[in-house]
T-cell receptor, first 115, second 116 residues
Framework: NAGVTQTPKFQVLKTGQSMTLQCAQD?????MSWYRQDPGMGLRLIHY???????DQGEVPNGYNVSRSTTEDFPLRLLSAAPSQTSVYFCASSWGISGGVETQYFGPGTRLLVL | AQTVTQSQPEMSVQEAETVTLSCTYD???????LFWYKQPPSRQMILVIR??????QNATENRFSVNFQKAAKSFSLKISDSQLGDTAMYFC?????????????FGKGTKLTVNP
């Protein structure tokens, strides 16, 4: 049971480049989400999904796209990277409301630097 | 919208002593969950303790306990017998059910340093 995994661990991009941050979980969790962590800002919700085929926006969704084709995977896409997207990105998962357990499990994070 | 406030950006404590981290939140919901997460230098987010709002009894996990004051919307974390490994960022978080889906809202964190 690997829990929540994220790849890559670290990435450097040039402004305007696109990339996908991968997130996978093997706990059969319904709920998955993406956060970004900036210095002095805590974690902020980007997008989330309550199940396969269902996604919604969080607090800071601009510049990011998501899709949820399977229960296990929840990739985050940066269409045209900007320096303001330099951050540490965390993926999290949980059983969700129907599972009755609200604790979210976090991945190890992806550190992204946009030049 | 819910907000979470941690008023202490940094704190320090001597090893083996007790320290309390403060957290206040704002919500109009009656049923919700509160969490404390620990983030060591490795950046991994580790759940320390959770509290269900409908429970009057304060949650405890070994050396970690909370003081949950629902009317005051306060949720402080007490760490007893502090250890060097407790050095980390600590985040208070709120989870409600706006719009039928759960969303986790974090405070800005408190950097705790345990000194030998």
């Amino acid at each position: 049971n690997a829990g929540v995994t994220q790849t890559p661990k670290f990435q450097v991009l040039k402004t305007g480049q696109s990339m996908t941050l991968q997130c996978a979980q093997d706990m059969n969790h319904e709920y998955m989400s993406w956060y970004r962590q900036d210095p002095g800002m805590g974690l902020r919700l980007i997008h989330y999904s309550v199940g396969a085929g269902i996604t919604d926006q969080g607090e800071v969704p601009n510049g990011y796209n998501v899709s949820r084709s399977t229960t296990e995977d929840f990739p985050l896409r940066l269409l045209s990277a900007a320096p303001s997207q330099t951050s540490v990105y965390f993926c999290a998962s949980s059983w969700g409301i129907s599972g009755g357990v609200e604790t979210q499990y976090f991945g190890p994070g992806t550190r992204l630097l946009v030049l | 919208a819910q907000t979470v406030t941690q008023s202490q950006p940094e704190m320090s404590v001597q090893e083996a002593e007790t320290v309390t981290l403060s957290c206040t939140y704002d919500t109009s919901e009656n049923n919700y969950y509160l969490f404390w997460y620990k983030q060591p230098p490795s950046r991994q987010m580790i759940l320390v303790i959770r509290q269900e709002a409908y429970k009057q009894q304060n949650a405890t996990e070994n050396r970690f306990s909370v003081n949950f004051q629902k009317a005051a919307k306060s949720f402080s974390l007490k760490i007893s017998d502090s250890q060097l490994g407790d050095t980390a960022m600590y985040f208070c978080a709120f989870m409600g059910y706006q719009g039928g889906s759960e969303k986790l809202v974090f405070g800005k964190g408190t950097k705790l340093t345990v000194n030998p």
